[in-house]
């Protein structure tokens, strides 16, 4: 399988200047690495855009600490923020059809693609040179799947896609501690209601599971 952090290196030593990137965020916790690392090369914009979080009051609360994250960290080139609009019902219309899908399947292959799109969009509207996603910081994200993705988009609209894998080189033990340091709001769940659903059955399976072996312990 291709090696996407060796792509990421390709593409920052071939800069002779500091261009833009659009980076789509899904949270604080995901882009405290990224923003830490990418910020060395680029002059990036943050996009937060994620319909698929389904409670307003948890979109709120995401965006608010990526917001805070952004004052409080330095950064050697200057990151900005774009607040995408919240539209649950872009999710919902998509995702039809696919409730039962576990995680990490079809559903959220298709989750991926819905809010890539909207940045190489936004990207090509204001003539940013790189598009991207925090996304692949997570290792229960596909990153292959995204890069996939990102590389049809980019033929599409003709912004070129930064391939990356940012959970590479400690990246993604690198995001927890800069969350720790920040005091950053870490979700236990993606964003939908049926991430949601997964992780609260996984706290209960969980919790018996423990009941049940202090049962047999005493």
Known sequence: MLNYQ???DKIIKSLD???TLLLHACCAPCSSY????LSEYFSVTVYFYNPNITESSEY???KNELKRLIKEKPFRYPVTMIDGD???EVFFNMSKGFEDCPEGGERCFLCYEQRMRSTALLAKELNFEYFCTTLSVSPHKNAAKLNEIGALLS????VPYLFSDFKKRGGYKRSIELSRQFGLYRQNFCGCIYSRIQAERKEKEKN??????TVVKQ
Request: aromatic share 12%; net charge negative; glycine share 4%.
């Open 17 to 19: 200047h500091v261009p």
């Open 208 to 213: 018996s599971s423990n009941d049940t072996k």
């Open 86 to 88: 919240y539209s649950p």
């Open 155 to 158: 033929d599409e609209f003709g």
């Open 6 to 8: 060796l792509e990421t």
């Open 34 to 37: 990224v923003l830490e690392y």
């Open 60 to 62: 709120e609360k995401r």
